[in-house]
Nanobody, 115 residues
Framework: QVQLVESGGGLVQPGGSLKLSCTAS????????MSWYRQAPGKERELVAY????????NYAGSVKGRFTISRDDAKNTVYLQMNSLKPEDTAVYYC????????WGQGTQVTVSS
């Protein structure tokens, strides 16, 4: 059974940090491109960052570049998203995504940035 389980979301003040984790099971994690997406209320889901399999090449949305860092630990079947200097506009549900031929999604974790 394929599972992607996100954790680490919560409420944080502007300027604060959070680290999201997504642990995978049921498929060959190390072979998959792993991504973080987010969806704010009333908006479409958008790509935040991805990290390639094998090479570890990363790419970021312009709105988070320099503040967020995506990483992966293939030994732990886990992908991370370190989020620093958080802004209210980062408030969203954050989803983990795995892509090769099949595509898998996690259930999402809420991140709220508010004072």
């Amino acid at each position: 059974q394929v599972q992607l389980v996100e954790s680490g979301g919560g409420l944080v003040q502007p300027g604060g940090s959070l680290k999201l984790s997504c642990t995978a099971s049921g498929f060959g994690f190390r072979d998959y491109l792993m991504s973080w997406y987010r969806q704010a209320p009333g908006k479409e889901r958008e790509l935040v960052a991805y990290i390639a399999q094998v090479t570890g090449t990363t790419n970021y949305a312009g709105s988070v570049k320099g503040r967020f860092t995506i990483s992966r630990d293939d030994a732990k079947n886990t992908v991370y998203l370190q989020m620093n200097s958080l802004k209210p506009e980062d408030t969203a549900v954050y989803y983990c995504n795995a892509l090769l031929i099949q595509e898998y999604w996690g259930q999402g974790t809420q991140v709220t940035v508010s004072s």
